[in-house]
């Protein structure tokens, strides 16, 4: 959905119920956003019990945030993919990947190619906005050791479906919950548009 619709609420309540419920790992991996989000999260965990001070936690946190340079935050969803592989490959274990937001990866790695000087392509994102989707989509996979299970936001752009990111992000989901402005105005939360939601 588009800004304000509630994507990292909605992305908190399932940290909290799935990520308790599962029991096994999981991995928050928030991609330029803001550092209070990241902090809020953190405290709301340790409230809910889903991270352990006490004990032994099975949450990795990864942040790279908004202020940081394009390089970084291209790099932060590839970390949280790599700690869940780590968990799945080497643990053995099922995991949960949580990313919010998927669309600052995409906006990072526009923002590198133009500092590399690439010319831009649809609506001035980088020519490889396709490859650079698929070589991190892809790895979300299941192998004979466990499973990596991911649960995306995903920022829609002046609310247009169409948008070359977003639609490029919903061609490798299995599912998409698409939250609505209009319902939201409406004061109906979660936002969810079963018309528009696959």
Do not use: W
Not at 40 to 69: C, R, W
């Amino acid at each position: 959905g588009g800004a304000g619709v509630g994507k990292t609420v909605l992305i908190q309540e399932l940290i909290n119920n799935v990520a308790k419920a599962h029991g096994g790992y999981s991995v928050f991996t928030g991609v330029g956003e803001r550092t209070r989000e990241g902090n809020d999260l953190y405290h709301e965990m340790i409230e809910t019990g889903v991270i352990n001070l006490e004990g032994e936690s099975k949450v990795a946190l990864v942040f790279g945030q908004m202020n940081e340079p394009p390089g970084a935050r291209a790099r932060v969803a590839l970390t949280g993919l790599t700690i869940a592989e780590y968990f799945r490959d080497e643990e053995g274990q099922d995991v949960l990947l949580f990313i919010d937001n998927i669309f600052r990866f995409t906006q990072a790695g526009s923002e590198t190619s133009a500092l590399l000087g690439r010319i831009p392509s649809a609506v001035g994102y980088q020519p490889t906005l396709a490859t650079d989707m698929g070589v991190m989509q892809e790895r979300i996979t299941t192998t004979k050791k466990g499973s990596i299970t991911s649960v995306q936001a995903v920022y829609v752009p002046a609310d247009d479906l169409t948008d070359p990111a977003p639609a490029t992000t919903f061609a490798h989901l299995d599912a998409t919950t698409v939250l609505s402005r209009g319902i939201a105005e409406l004061g109906i939360y979660p936002a969810v548009d079963p018309l528009d939601s696959k």
